[in-house]
C-alpha cells in the first residue's frame, strides 16, 4: 500500500448516468486520504495516448448533476493488442500513477482484468451502465436513470396507444439483457416485455397473441430488450403484421435517449457511496476487485467472477408482469 501515491481515474464504453457522480466522489475521497488524482481522458485511448491532467477538489465541483462523464469516453481498438497495453502501461509510470479506477461496464472490466494480469498492476472497478448486467451486484451505476427515462417515455406513448387502439412495440436497451425492458414494463403497466434471457425457451410474441393480450383493452404496450436474441422491435412488428394482419402495430425505438439526462437521486446516491468504496478498497491492499452492492451493503467482486458469469434475471418478476397485464 506505501507504493500508491497516485491514483488514476478513468471512464470507458457507454457513458451511464451517475459517472461524473462517481469521478467526484473517487477524487475527492482519494484527496481526503491524502493521494495525488489524476484524471485519464476518452478511456483507455486516453491512457496511450497520454490525455491526463492534476485533479483536485474544484476539478470535480458542480458535477454530481450532470449527466454522460467529464473525463469522456471512447472505444478503443489499441488497447485490445498487447502492444497497446504496454504503451497505456509506460504512460501510467511516466505518469507517475501507482493504481487506477476504472468507472464502466463488462467490456471496460474485461480489459482492466486483462490490464491487470499482463502487469500486476492494482485496478479497482465500478460498474457503469445501464444495463445493469454485471454479475456480483444488485445495481450498476445508470440502471435507475435509465428506467426512469423508460417509464417517462412508455407514460407519454400510452397516451397516444389508447387514442388510437393500437399495439406499441417500444424497444429499449439491454442487448444481452432484459433488466431494463422487464422492469419498465412492470413500472409502466406494460402488457410484456420480450427478453433475450427467455427468447430460447419460448416464442414470446407467439405467447404473448395466445394468451389472448388486448382481450380486455384498447391498446397494448410490449417493452422489447434491443437484443439479437429477441429481434428486436423492428423484427416483431414485421412479424404480426404478417401471421397477426388484424393487429394495427406501431414501432417506437428509444435509443440513445436512455443514456442521457441528469442522474437520479438513487444513481447519486450509489455512485459516491462506490465512488469512496474504491479508495477504502485500495487503501485496505484490494485489487482487480469490481465493486458492488447487495443488500444495500458494499461488497468486492473479483473481475474474474463479475466478468465471467451472467447475472441471472428473477423470474418471479416474470410472474408479477404476467398476473398484472390481464
Do not use: W
Not at 497520454?50 to 458542480?62: A, H, R, Y
Amino acid at each position: 500500500m506505501a507504493t500508491i501515491k497516485c491514483i488514476g481515474i478513468l471512464t470507458s464504453g457507454g457513458d451511464a448516468p451517475g459517472m461524473n457522480a462517481a469521478i467526484r466522489a473517487v477524487t475527492r475521497s482519494a484527496i481526503f486520504n491524502g493521494f495525488e488524482v489524476k484524471g485519464i481522458y476518452r478511456g483507455y485511448r486516453g491512457l496511450i495516448t497520454g490525455e491526463i491532467k492534476q485533479f483536485k477538489t474544484e476539478n470535480v465541483s458542480n458535477i454530481i448533476q450532470q449527466g454522460g462523464t467529464i473525463l469522456k469516453t471512447a472505444r478503443c481498438q489499441e488497447f485490445q493488442t498487447e502492444e497497446g497495453r504496454k504503451q497505456a502501461y509506460e504512460t501510467l509510470k511516466r505518469e507517475g500513477i501507482d493504481a487506477l479506477v476504472v468507472i464502466g461496464g463488462d467490456g471496460s472490466l474485461t480489459g482492466a482484468r486483462t490490464f491487470a494480469q499482463e502487469f500486476d498492476y492494482p485496478i479497482i472497478g465500478l460498474p457503469g451502465t445501464i444495463d445493469n448486467d454485471l454479475y456480483g451486484t444488485d445495481l450498476t451505476i445508470g440502471y435507475d436513470t435509465a428506467l426512469n427515462t423508460i417509464m417517462d417515455a412508455v407514460d407519454k406513448i400510452r397516451d397516444t396507444a389508447s387514442s388510437h387502439e393500437r399495439l406499441f412495440f417500444i424497444e429499449v436497451m439491454g442487448r444481452d439483457a432484459g433488466f431494463l425492458a422487464l422492469n419498465g414494463a412492470i413500472a409502466t403497466g406494460c402488457e410484456a416485455a420480450i427478453i433475450p434471457e427467455i427468447s430460447t425457451e419460448i416464442d414470446q410474441l407467439e405467447e404473448l397473441v395466445e394468451n389472448g393480450f388486448r382481450k380486455s383493452k384498447n391498446s397494448s404496450i410490449v417493452l422489447v430488450a434491443e437484443s439479437p436474441t429477441t429481434g428486436g422491435a423492428m423484427q416483431l412488428a414485421e412479424r404480426v403484421k404478417n401471421e397477426y394482419p388484424q393487429y394495427d402495430v406501431r414501432v417506437t425505438i428509444l435509443g440513445h435517449i436512455q443514456r442521457g439526462g441528469s442522474p437520479s437521486a438513487q444513481d447519486r446516491i450509489l455512485a459516491s457511496r462506490m465512488g469512496a468504496a474504491a479508495i477504502d478498497a485500495l487503501i485496505e491492499g484490494q485489487r482487480n476487485v469490481m465493486i458492488g452492492v447487495r443488500n444495500d451493503e458494499i461488497v468486492y467482486v473479483p473481475f474474474s467472477k463479475a466478468i465471467k458469469y451472467d447475472k441471472p434475471i428473477n423470474r418471479e418478476l416474470l410472474n408479477t408482469l404476467r398476473r398484472l397485464s390481464i
